[in-house]
Nanobody, 126 residues
Framework: EVQLQASGGGLVQAGGSLRLSCTASGFTFDDYAIGWFRQAPGKEREWVSCISSSDHRTGYADSVKGRFTISRDNAKGTVYLQMNSLKPEDTADYYC???????????????????WGQGTQVTVSS
C-alpha cells in the first residue's frame, strides 16, 4: 500500500528545535519529490518546504527560510525537516506529501502532490 508517515512532533519552547521525519513505503521513493505542509487551527493548509527527487534542490516558504532545513535519505526512504528557532506562529499540524510532477512550481501547491501522510502536531509555547 502506498503510504507516508510523519513523526517527530511535540511541545517545545520558543527558540527551541524539533526534527520531523517522513517515511515512505509502497512506492519508488527515489522518483518522488517530497513536500512539507502545515495547518494551524482555522487556517488553510500552507506549503512549508520541498525537496526534489533528482538533484535534491530545496525550496522554503518565506516564513521559515533561514530557520528550517529539509533533507532526504533515499536509502532509508525518509525525508527530514529540521526546525530551529521555533516561534509560536509555527504551531500547527505538519504533513508530508509526495509528488512526481515535472513542473517544479507545482511543488508549492497542494494540488501538485499525489500521496499524503497523516499529520504530526507541533506546539511552540511562548
Amino acid at each position: 500500500e502506498v503510504q507516508l508517515q510523519a513523526s517527530g512532533g511535540g511541545l517545545v519552547q520558543a527558540g527551541g528545535s524539533l526534527r520531523l521525519s517522513c517515511t515512505a513505503s509502497g512506492f519508488t521513493f527515489d522518483d518522488y519529490a517530497i513536500g512539507w505542509f502545515r495547518q494551524a487551527p482555522g487556517k488553510e493548509r500552507e506549503w512549508v518546504s520541498c525537496i526534489s527527487s533528482s538533484d535534491h534542490r530545496t525550496g522554503y516558504a518565506d516564513s521559515v527560510k533561514g530557520r528550517f532545513t529539509i533533507s532526504r535519505d533515499n536509502a532509508k526512504g525518509t525525508v527530514y525537516l529540521q526546525m530551529n528557532s521555533l516561534k509560536p506562529e509555527d504551531t500547527a499540524d505538519y504533513y508530508c506529501a509526495a509528488s512526481n510532477t515535472i513542473i517544479q512550481s507545482n511543488l508549492r501547491q497542494k494540488a501538485g502532490y499525489d500521496v499524503w501522510g497523516q499529520g504530526t502536531q507541533v506546539t511552540v509555547s511562548s
